[in-house]
């Protein structure tokens, strides 16, 4: 897309330049004649007048065509890198963003789901955990009840 904004605006610009440089030439030319005509009708023959006229008219738009290029090469360089800064700011800008606001939404889902499992986990093992410590505790009242029950027996002469 901007190689061909690029191409078109390069063409553009490069068909103005010569119209521009064109119509000034043309412009300059005549006031020049009219001017040299006015000045030199008196005492200089045509031929002299005519070879004055040919090749001030040709230094001169070489002179205009030169700078109407330069001014056109800047002003074109200018334009050019505006429009790439529009378009890079209007698709690419946005589209970064979005990619990265999808990217961070994944992070995050990955995020939340990877603390809910490992949080279930947790709440599984603390269970377990529970679970034995539990077991083992009631198994350990009970042995301490059947040796005091057994030692009571053994040490009360009354207890039959």
């Known amino acids: ?9 390069k063409k553009e610009i490069s068909s ?29 023959g045509d031929k002299a007048l005519n070879q004055l006229e040919k090749s001030i008219s040709s230094k001169l738009e070489a002179i205009v065509a030169r700078q ?3 001014q056109f090469q800047t002003s074109s360089k200018q334009a050019l890198q505006e ?19 999808a990217l961070f939404d994944q992070i995050d889902i990955k995020f939340q789901n990877g603390l809910v499992k490992h949080t279930i986990d947790t709440i599984n093992s603390a269970s377990s955990i529970t679970q034995t410590l539990s ?8 042995k301490l009840l059947a040796i005091a029950t057994n030692s ?6 009354f207890v039959a």
Request: a positive charge.
């Open 152 to 157: 009571k027996v053994a040490t009360d002469p």
């Open 135 to 142: 077991g083992q505790l009631t198994d350990g009242q009970r």
């Open 83 to 101: 429009a790439l800064k529009t378009s890079v700011e209007a698709s690419v800008v946005p589209t970064f963003e979005m990619s990265c606001k």
């Open 68 to 70: 109407i290029h330069a």
């Open 1 to 9: 897309m901007v190689s061909v904004l690029e191409k078109i605006i």
């Open 16 to 44: 103005i330049g010569t119209t521009i440089t064109h119509l000034i030439s043309q412009v300059i030319e005549k006031t020049i004649s009219s001017a040299i005509a006015k000045s030199f009708q008196k005492g200089v």
